[in-house]
């Protein structure tokens, strides 16, 4: 693990745990395995839980602890081993036998969201 991924472990490691936390004692997860919790219940509790979830996320994105992991993931995108990187990426996706591999997967990730079977017959 290099320094900008254990900066930004350190950073959002807080939230993850405050997640687990709210999880492990949220009433969603509770209704989801008591199963004699009726439907109309647990829509109530599952909007409730959303409105506070979208509130916590919100109060996130404004913490000082979130623009330091944005400016921290932002330095790492600008610096210059990234631009190295995404450099030999360019060059690695304009040799032949990788745009050739490419364009293969992506007919067969179409052949799949289509339903072709690539020819044969069902």
Do not use: C
């Amino acid at each position: 693990m290099n320094d900008y991924e254990r900066r930004i472990r350190e950073l959002i490691n807080p939230w993850s745990t405050k997640f687990s936390n709210w999880w492990s004692n949220s009433s969603i997860r509770s209704a989801l395995t008591n199963r004699s919790v009726d439907t109309a219940e647990l829509r109530r509790q599952a909007s409730a839980q959303a409105q506070r979830a979208a509130t916590a996320m919100k109060d996130m994105r404004d913490s000082d602890t979130a623009k330091k992991a944005a400016t921290a993931v932002k330095d790492m995108r600008d610096s210059d081993t990234a631009k190295k990187a995404a450099t030999a990426m360019t060059d690695l996706r304009q040799r032949e036998p990788v745009r050739k591999a490419e364009e293969s997967a992506k007919r067969v990730l179409h052949d799949l969201r289509s339903g072709h079977n690539g020819g044969g017959k069902s």
